[in-house]
């Protein structure tokens, strides 16, 4: 089939990485990728909450990118490398943002966190993190009607610190 | 979500002849408006084009003409993180950085950051009329919840605002979109591109049937705006809000006085709202408050206001001042430190 194939309504063939694992799927082209995750995949550590890209609940990160997923079509995603909430974890090992997370009691209901644990893992990478100002300003796709921020910033800060530590040592 | 059928196209050529075959596809590449109206129902294409496969709708490049292209294709963040941007047309990087989060601007591309469409609420609400989504509907916002809308430019069919942070800051900077179609490729000037409503709201843009943005062209005399600019967004919420007022400022100062300058707003029309008189009135004067106050006059004369947005008359004004002040000194506003200098 040529790349420019109308194909239809019917599913189109797409292979990702997902958590570090090759999947070869068949995807409608109306599912998003956060219907795929959830839906079809039973990974539901993804949440859906608006829906509409205004509370980076289902936040997974695409290429290294923290995308909301609710407004990803699925097709569109062949060939991409996709890393969500279930894939952080190495060896049995919490991410140390998830750690932080707990440590700092950075969540009450839990629903937003898995989304802001995937937006800190990028946000970290992104090096927006020279105050707390810069932090809860590059976490406001990010919401928690809960209203944990104040702790959602410790965790963040505190995992910042200690990646800066071990340089600091190596410099001395 | 209607369903649609998918189509990935592998050049331009490919994705003006898959729009040209079916008049209602649509182009799809971040989907972060499009998908999102899909869900809502106000947009209902029967056939996607996705386009995020053409390489040559990528990168940011140096242009002949000493300015930079940057390709349909890069994403928000890409655009506001570029050093050249940052260097040479920072007003550019502010403006980004001042609209959606960091989610959305990754996603989100140049090419489609022109052609969102507005955030009214009764657009978006298909239970409602609306003269943008069915033309001869009806316009509710006019005598309804008006606090978004317009104040300069609007006509009795409707009173949307273009939701764009960044066109703000192009519409300033005098960029150039260059797009591909059925009759060749051409350049649109920025002033162009964008429609006010008239009595055709349902078209935003100028661009014709089957034609494809390829790129955003930055002018090189634009770089002279380096050193004195400020874009000042202001909204009911500090973060992830759409403008109530936003004000691109850039200026051009030797020896104490104004020897070029630009001024555009947003969140106050259909379109990203520049007058070449309030510009003049500004050069060949020196950058204190009663030169601004004049371009603030000019700019926006004829405003009007409606039930919920009067406000943004004098709000408006103070905020282009404020800018101007800012872009004066030298110190344009944070987009993270919300306080405003």
């Not at chain 1, 100002?133 to 963040?156: H, K, P, Q, W």
């Not at chain 2, 298909?126 to 943008?132: G, M």
């Not at chain 2, 078209?203 to 400020?230: C, K, M, W, Y």
């Amino acid at each position: 089939m040529p790349a420019h194939a109308i194909v239809g309504t019917q599913t189109v063939p797409i292979e990702i990485t997902l958590n570090g694992k090759r999947r070869s799927l068949e995807v409608s082209p109306v599912t998003t990728l956060l219907d795929l995750l959830r839906n079809h995949l039973d990974l539901t550590g993804t949440k859906k909450g608006c829906d509409h890209g205004q509370c980076g609940a289902c936040t997974v990160l695409i290429d290294g990118q923290r995308i909301n997923s609710c407004l990803q079509l699925a097709v569109m995603q062949d060939g991409k490398s996709i890393t969500t909430i279930e894939g952080l974890a190495q060896d049995g090992r919490l991410h140390p943002l998830q750690a932080a997370f707990i440590e700092h009691d950075a969540f009450q209901c839990g629903y937003c966190t898995p989304g802001q644990i995937c937006s800190a893992v990028a946000l970290i990478e992104e090096g927006h993190t020279t105050s707390r100002e810069e932090i809860r300003e590059f976490m406001s796709g990010n919401l928690c009607r809960c209203g944990a921020y104040t702790n959602i910033v410790d965790a963040i800060e505190d995992v910042v610190g200690r990646r800066r530590q071990p340089v600091q040592e190596a410099a001395e | 979500m209607k369903r649609f059928s998918y189509h990935r196209a592998d050049s331009v050529a490919d994705a003006v002849q898959a729009l040209c075959a079916t008049p209602d596809a649509r182009i799809v590449a971040g989907g972060t408006n499009l998908v999102d109206l899909m869900k809502y129902g106000v947009e209902t294409p029967s056939a996607l084009v996705d386009v995020t496969r053409i390489a040559s709708l990528n990168g940011i490049d140096d242009t002949d003409e000493g300015g930079l292209r940057i390709g349909a294709l890069v994403p928000n963040r890409t655009v506001a993180e570029d050093e050249r941007v940052a260097a040479r047309f920072p007003l550019l990087a502010s403006a980004i950085l001042a609209g959606a989060t960091p989610q959305l601007r990754n996603a989100a591309t140049t090419g489609g950051n022109l052609n969102q469409r507005t955030r009214c609420y009764y657009f978006y609400d298909t239970k409602t009329p609306c003269n943008k989504r069915e033309p001869g509907s009806g316009c509710p916002a006019i005598g309804g919840v008006n606090r978004l809308h317009a104040i300069l430019g609007a006509s009795e069919h409707c009173i949307a605002t273009h939701p764009s942070d960044m066109c703000v800051a192009l519409a300033a900077l005098g960029a150039e979109i260059r797009v591909e179609g059925p009759n060749g490729p051409r350049r649109i000037r920025f002033a162009d591109y964008h429609r006010l409503p008239g009595d055709a709201p349902e078209r935003d843009n100028t661009l014709q049937p089957g034609e494809i943005i390829e790129a955003v062209l930055l002018p090189p005399e634009a770089e002279a705006f380096a050193g004195h600019h400020s874009y000042l967004k202001l909204r009911d919420r500090l973060s992830y809000a759409f403008a109530l007022v936003s004000v691109a400022a850039a200026l051009d100062i030797r020896e104490g006085r104004i020897v070029a300058a630009r001024l555009a707003l947003g969140g106050v029309a259909h379109k990203p709202w520049r007058r070449e008189e309030a510009e003049a009135a500004l050069v060949g004067s020196p950058a204190d408050e009663a030169a601004f106050a004049a371009a603030a006059t000019q700019l926006l004369e004829g405003a009007q206001g409606h039930e919920h947005n009067t406000f943004k008359i004098e709000l408006a004004r103070r905020a282009i001042l404020r800018a101007l002040g800012q872009a004066a000194a030298g110190t344009p506003q944070s987009q993270t430190d919300k306080r405003i200098a």
